[in-house]
């Protein structure tokens, strides 16, 4: 049950990119699990990804890959992760690319492999190899909603949006996809995350663009504080769409960046809408702190609090929680300054319950679906904002229950 | 349902302390919640208390009471925690002091008061002023069991242990009370825990004793990474054994220190095993490390991940998730090197799955309700050892129905 995420009827092709998928048989229920993406000549890429120390196979070798050369194919599976496989996962993920080229008529370095699903079981590779033909004869443009069902693992809702700006009178096209729904802590990048655009930029500037964009929606998320292994942030530019080519910090870059930030900013949140057993959507603000990094830990520790989020699930303004959570936060700040508010409504100040506040307030708060509990710290002027889900029992009933 | 936690049926009494408790109508299901215990004259007393910025006002107000005065009586509530209610609260944990000194004729500072339930609502001191009399009247020594069932909250089980030694051919009696169950990770200090001996023992020894055991016991153990507004650990030495007084580190200490060490580690470990909806105690033991503390955030970062958790509760040796949450610890080892065990099988080895381990294996070891997961960073010489929970649907319905 995804809090206020609907999927999106349509989503725009972005010209110079095609997409297809195929029930491989990796996903034990018989959906599309094998998603091929194919980028046109000349385009430019950027990615980020986890900084997990045991990062999946396919996620060191699409690393190595981008170092390389400019990739023109991404092939992502569903259904297993190639994570803790070892030296044998290096190998299928290598083997993955190889099938790709083979296919396609292009170097192996030029494919990023991906995977997304249970760690720590060996990729079934002759699976892919077998998927691989039909797979290259269904690429198209118009096949991002189908890329998006592709890569769901336990997301319960497609998660794609699109917009379009002008620049210099050219229409300019962003798609983009992601997918949840556990093990989110994104740590440079979430689980995966895929956005196109037509684009003209160059390499660096696109890549810049992709960090400052993921910094504050990917990197600001977290559904269970538990950073994948396989975590990947892709931003395709194909550069069909006729602009002048961005080589420098310009309107024209901050343009783009602005309409990447919310494409990337909506993907995350419906991450958080759709994350495992979530019914509540919560905004954790912190705002007048001495730094960005202190206002994010008071932010991440409450977000983290199992206390706090079984008090969300069961719409109990049982705002001791939240107070106890910042108190434990390990972030300087004076008790009596600091101001804590439920909406709108305050919680907390003078080191202890506001005096106007009534349990009547918390409750009205507490009963809406998405809620923001805001925190001034008083300590400075820096804000950093983490979205979270609740704890409910249909998080543990999933993750109890996920490999059976 | 506590993991192999078996309530005493007995306690030893300690010369020199009484304790009495009373319903004073604090807990909404009339049993004992109001503790009173005496220290006789000439008595010691090292304490430890929660690091959380906003401690509650029992806690301010005891650890100033320690700096100028021994205590002469220690106060203890359950169902209240007076924590987050401001000035009033501190008016209120005064007024209780005032209160006992009143009736028992010592100095208001030579009381210490104590509350654990639940945050931000104020202390009904007019209850505990009715219960004093009674209260007062009725201390005798042998009343630990008392004691131990009157500050519980949603702990199930009584905890609770003696043991004795002899120092110079005297008998030296320890016995010691703890209660959790929720917002557990203590740090410098786990919810409440009262420890008394009756050795001689000088004040500054006695603190040095406290905080070596306190640190291999109550402060390695977490339920759910939320440290409490009200952790308080009391350890109280009363002389009446007749050994030679202890002031240096001796073998006299080393016995005491062992005994004291060995009754903190029972207590802490029950606090884990009688953990909120727990169905497994599990320990994390993480040796060859480079240091202690990164032996602990290891520990740690797995002891907390909701994913290990949740396949701990489901019997599911879903070992992927602990090499995800080792992988994300923020601690560097070469993942080529590292080892990691499910009690004595080899789960990973080599960057991955190791080649001998069986699913059956590790089903086998998650079947038990007793769970060692050992990780060998092979990074130095270091070790650490923390005690946690699983997240079961109990632990959910406890949180998210404990003030309803």
Chains 1, 2 share one sequence.
């Not at 708060?365 to 889900?389: F, H, K, P, Y």
Request: glycine letters at 6%.
């Amino acid at each position: 049950m995804a809090v206020n995420l609907v999927e999106p009827d349509s989503l725009l092709p972005v010209k110079g990119i095609r997409l297809a998928t195929v029930a491989a048989g990796i996903k034990k229920n018989q959906s599309d699990d094998l998603v091929l993406i194919e980028l046109a000549d000349n385009s430019q890429c950027a990615a980020v990804f986890t900084q997990n120390k045991f990062c999946a196979a396919p996620v060191s070798v699409a690393k190595k890959n981008m170092q390389s050369k400019t990739p023109r194919y991404l092939l992502v599976n569903s259904g297993n992760a190639n994570a803790g496989t070892g030296e044998q996962g290096m190998q299928d993920a290598f083997e993955s690319c190889a099938l790709v080229a083979q296919q396609a008529g292009c170097e192996p370095d030029e494919v990023l492999p991906f995977s997304t699903g249970v760690i720590g079981e060996n990729l079934p590779v002759n699976k892919i190899e077998t998927a691989l033909p039909v797979l290259h004869e269904k690429l198209v443009e118009n096949n991002w909603l189908n890329a998006g069902r592709g890569i769901m693992t336990t997301d319960t809702k497609l998660k794609g949006i699109s917009r379009q700006i002008t620049l210099q009178g050219k229409t300019v096209t962003v798609t983009g996809l992601s997918k949840g729904a556990g093990m989110i802590q994104p740590n440079m990048a979430t689980m995966l995350a895929y956005i196109a655009t037509d684009a003209v930029i160059n390499k660096d500037l696109l890549q810049q663009c992709l960090t400052s964009a993921v910094n504050i929606s990917f990197n600001s998320i977290t559904v269970d504080s538990d950073t994948s292994t396989n975590d990947a942030c892709v931003l395709m530019a194909t550069g069909h769409a006729g602009n002048d080519v961005i080589t420098q910090v310009n309107d024209d870059y901050k343009a783009l960046l602005n309409v990447i930030s919310e494409v990337c900013l909506y993907l995350a949140q419906a991450i958080i809408r759709d994350a495992e057993g979530a019914t509540k959507f919560v905004a954790l603000q912190v705002n007048s702190a001495s730094s960005i990094s202190d206002a994010r830990q008071v932010a991440y520790t409450v977000a983290h609090s199992p206390l706090v989020k079984t008090a969300l699930f069961a719409s109990d303004p049982n705002w001791g929680r939240i107070l106890a959570a910042v108190g434990r936060a390990g972030v300087d700040f004076d008790i009596d300054k600091i101001k804590i508010f439920l909406g709108d409504i305050c919680i907390v100040s003078n080191g202890g319950r506001d005096v106007a506040y009534t349990e009547e307030q918390g409750q009205q708060v507490m009963n809406q679906q998405e809620i923001t509990i805001r925190i001034e710290l008083q300590t400075g002027d820096q804000s950093a904002c983490v979205w979270t889900s609740d704890l409910s029992y249909d998080y543990v009933k999933i993750n109890s229950e996920y490999r059976s």
